[in-house]
């Protein structure tokens, strides 16, 4: 495997100190913290990939509280404690009192007592802010339904990966604006130094306090937040094309309106010849191939979409290590 990466950013010198003892949302997290993250996470890929033992978390037990089904999320979590040296157990919401009406508040206190960390996937933001409030462990989002902060970070790190660099950059993102994949996307994008553009039609945009917080954000960065309804301006030129399934879990009930509205923006051949001529193609996966995204697109050449889901366990891992190692 090649040498790892480094971003052309300031690399830190040791572990940041890090403000927040939770992994919740990327806005929390600085651009320093960012950087360490990946570092970690191109070392820990590296050490892996030549078998040498990494435990870290050696002792260690993470819980996973699933309110929503995953593939990647569970294995991956669940793989990553196992090579750091740990442990996970899961955790179904049929599993736990929370189910026969026990408190949030209590549960975490609870389980802060049992575990040394805790990944939450559920439906309602809210849910993990207070589950966090509450705990004394770190907590970590796998995903709620306006945030999936750990699929961007695999991500950014595919992209550095690919491209050996994230600032300066375009990203376009094309398809629902308001679902957990755009506002992450937007906010890891400001904290790297990449420009972002957002393509959704009318009634379909990001949430407007994520995008002002994230363009207040990229004054620091001389990042952009564009937001527009046509995929071609968005895409136009870009050096990364980002899209997800048009209807995301709990929107079920509407899947046949959104295939009509979403329809134009769905991401082929004819759009992508607009994009940069060494684009690379990202999907957080599961895909539905001829919906938002062309067999030929995500099967082709410029997908990297399969590492992607692999960087999921190496940036995990590096999110894991930061907060749970002592």
């Known amino acids: 495997m090649s040498q790892p990466l480094k971003l052309e950013l300031q690399k830190p010198k040791a572990k940041p100190h890090f403000g927040a003892k939770d992994f919740l949302t990327i806005a929390e997290y600085s651009t320093e913290e960012i950087q360490y993250l990946l570092d970690q996470a191109l070392m820990l890929k590296e050490m892996q990939k030549k078998g040498q033992q990494h435990h870290y978390l050696n002792g260690k037990v993470l819980g996973m509280i699933f309110e929503k089904p995953s593939t ?38 609870v389980l802060s007592r049992y575990l040394d960390g805790v990944m939450i996937r559920t439906f309602a933001h809210e849910t993990i802010q207070e589950f966090a409030e509450h705990a004394s462990i770190p907590v970590i989002n796998g995903l709620t339904d306006s945030h999936h902060p750990v699929q961007v970070l695999a991500d950014l790190l595919t992209i550095v990966e690919h491209k050996g660099t994230l600032q300066g950059l375009k990203m376009c993102y094309i398809g629902d604006g308001n679902n957990n994949m755009a506002h992450s996307l937007i906010e890891g994008a400001v904290k790297v130094g990449m420009d972002i553009h957002i393509a959704s039609p009318k009634g379909y945009e990001a949430n407007q306090a994520i995008v002002e917080a994230a363009q207040k954000a990229g004054e620091q960065t001389k990042s952009q937040v564009v937001l527009t309804t046509s995929p071609q301006e968005a895409i136009a030129d870009a050096d990364v094309v980002v899209t997800d399934v048009w209807t995301s879990m709990g929107h079920e009930a509407e899947i046949e309106a959104r295939k ?42 410029h997908s990297v979409v399969f590492d992607e889901a692999e960087n999921r366990l190496h940036a995990q891992k590096a999110i894991l290590k930061a907060l749970m190692e002592k």
């Open 72 to 109: 990647r999320t569970r294995v991956s979590f669940e793989v990553g404690m196992y090579q750091l040296g740990g442990q996970a157990t899961f955790l179904s919401s049929k599993d736990l009192q929370l189910g026969r009406g026990e408190s949030i508040h209590d549960t975490a206190k």
């Open 260 to 301: 009509k509205i979403f329809l134009p923006y769905q991401v082929n051949t004819e759009l992508c010849q607009l994009a940069k001529k060494d684009f690379i193609f990202l999907h957080c996966l599961p895909a539905h191939r001829g919906e938002e995204v062309t067999a030929e697109i995500l099967d082709g050449p």
